[in-house]
């Protein structure tokens, strides 16, 4: 049961454009919502992340937005450079409960960015 | 400050052989995973660490594979005998106790099973 799910599966954006990936949850009792960034040949990297108190989070060209009722959240990428092509993975963890601390992540969105 | 430390980098084996990955987590992070990542999918949970007790191995193999983390510190995952499914990147992350949330992962170990 795959309780993550994440959308598009890749991504060609315009050097300077916005990049979306969009991410929906089925278990309420995830707290955490973090965005992890993988180059090829390297380790998950966390990006940003976001508890569901708030509706949005931004760092830098890097925005979390996060509708609770909806049960999804989405990353969005301001002015989008080639430097920024990797994959992206959304993830979720519960701070209580069976699995605490468990980060589910999604199948990731690899994401190109061209000049 | 020195992130996870894997090793080795890649490994190729014959199935049914024995391999090991080894593990040193950042300094001073009391938690310790490992995940398993096949291609084109986001890691999964093996096994987690608190100090040198293991607090989430629901999702290890038991039949084939084991891990240990010794002294609290450097962890090594064993796999025996190794399938041909068993081909995959594995990754060992770690964490400050309390920020089990905020993990910080390693390059990984890209095993091939021929």
């Known amino acids: 049961q795959q309780q993550v799910k994440q959308s598009p599966q890749s991504l060609i954006v315009q050097k300077g454009g916005i990049s979306i990936i969009n991410c929906a949850y089925e278990?309420?009792?995830?707290?955490?919502f973090p965005w992890y960034q993988q180059f090829p040949g390297k380790g998950p990297a966390l990006l940003i992340a976001?508890?569901?108190?708030?509706s949005e989070k931004k760092e830098g060209r890097f925005t979390i937005s996060f509708n609770k009722s909806a049960k999804q959240f989405s990353l969005h990428i301001m002015d989008s450079q080639p430097g920024d092509s990797a994959t992206y993975f959304c993830?979720?963890?519960?701070?209580?409960?069976?699995?605490?601390?468990?980060?589910?992540f999604g199948k990731g969105t690899k994401l190109s960015v061209i000049p | 400050e020195a992130g996870v430390v894997q090793s080795p980098r890649y490994k190729i084996i014959e199935k049914k052989q024995p391999v090991a990955f080894w593990c040193n987590p950042i300094?001073?992070?009391?938690?310790l995973y490992w995940y398993l990542q096949n291609l084109g999918q986001g890691p999964e949970l093996l096994i987690r660490?608190?100090?040198?007790?293991?607090?989430?191995d629901s999702q290890l193999p038991k039949d084939r594979f084991s891990a240990e983390r010794l002294k609290g510190v450097d962890s090594t995952l064993k796999i025996q005998p190794a399938e041909l499914g068993d081909s995959a990147v594995y990754l060992c992350?770690?964490?400050?106790?309390?920020?089990?949330?905020?993990?910080?992962f390693g390059p990984g170990t890209r095993l091939t099973v021929t």
């Open positions: 992350a770690s964490s400050l106790g309390g920020r089990a949330h905020e993990q910080y």
């Open positions: 278990n309420t009792a995830f707290d955490y």
């Open positions: 976001i508890r569901p108190d708030v």
């Open positions: 993830a979720a963890s519960s701070g209580s409960g069976a699995g605490s601390y468990q980060l589910t």
């Open positions: 300094s001073g992070h009391n938690t």
């Open positions: 660490y608190e100090n040198e007790e293991a607090v989430d």
